[in-house]
């Protein structure tokens, strides 16, 4: 190989792992806002508030950075075969990495609100929920590190516990408010939380599938494991 071959071969090389460096630091930032937001309502945690609603800017650049990368290997690299696949879906992935970050962000934002600091709801199945959600993000992002299909099938088969989960609370809070209207502005911001959590593990199985389909060339199948009841829809 001449010189000049060697050194685009490692240039392409070099450009790769630096796209794979700003995911990992994105997947981090999105594990970190997940579990200040989980914090946030679950210990009425002020502070953990605010770092989940801080970090938000940083993850929206790193999807921009990502988003120039791809673009700029797709345009002078040709990638092809794994390479391809890989790229395309860093795309996609880092999408699915922002929106993580906005539903944080908004958890963050609705922990705060008065009628929740002084409400007596329990959010014994909101913690047990966040535990579950942060778990499935952890491995999904793990995942995507190792390039590990086995680890990324996984957490695409324990959406359903955080479905079944979202249910629950979502006729538990229901009940709430009818046994009692005063619950209802509290119980009100419970399922938006609620409903923010089930869409980050939504959006952890949307990496795992992509990762799987990365490593593997496979596609999982269309329709995913599911809760028995979707609750106000996806």
């Given amino acids: 190989m001449g010189q000049e071959s060697a050194h685009i071969v490692s240039s ?9 460096s700003m995911m990992a630091r994105m997947g981090g930032l999105v594990e970190r806002q997940t579990s200040q937001a989980v914090a946030a309502i679950a210990d009425m945690d ?3 508030a605010g770092i ?20 700029r290997i797709l345009a002078l690299r040709s990638p092809v075969a794994g390479d391809l696949r ?6 996609k992935i880092t999408g699915d990495m922002e929106r993580i970050g906005d539903c ?24 047990g929920m966040g535990r579950l959600v942060q778990d499935n993000l952890r491995r999904a992002i793990d995942a995507l590190s190792q390039r590990n299909p086995d680890l990324a099938r996984e957490v695409w088969q324990s959406d359903t516990a955080v ?4 249910n629950a609370m979502f006729r538990e809070l229901v009940t709430y408010m ?3 209207p005063r619950n209802i502005g509290a119980c009100t911001h419970l399922l938006f939380i ?15 599938e992509r990762v799987y389909y990365t490593a593997t060339g496979e596609i999982l199948p269309v329709v995913r494991p599911r809760g028995s009841f979707s609750g106000q829809g996806s």
Avoid: F, W
């Fill in 178 to 180: 009818m046994e009692d």
């Fill in 194 to 208: 609620a409903k923010n959590l089930e869409r980050i593990g939504d959006h952890a199985t949307n990496i795992a």
């Fill in 52 to 71: 989940a609603s801080d970090l938000d800017p940083q993850v929206d650049t790193l999807e921009r950075d990502v988003e120039a990368m791809v673009i």
């Fill in 46 to 48: 002020e502070n953990a």
């Fill in 104 to 127: 944080a962000a908004s958890i963050a934002r609705r922990s705060l609100r008065v009628e929740l600091v002084n409400s007596r709801v329990s959010l014994s199945g909101l913690r």
């Fill in 86 to 91: 890989e790229v395309v879906s860093a795309l």
């Fill in 163 to 166: 479905d079944e989960l979202y």
């Fill in 12 to 20: 392409y090389e070099q450009e790769l792992e630096q796209l794979r």
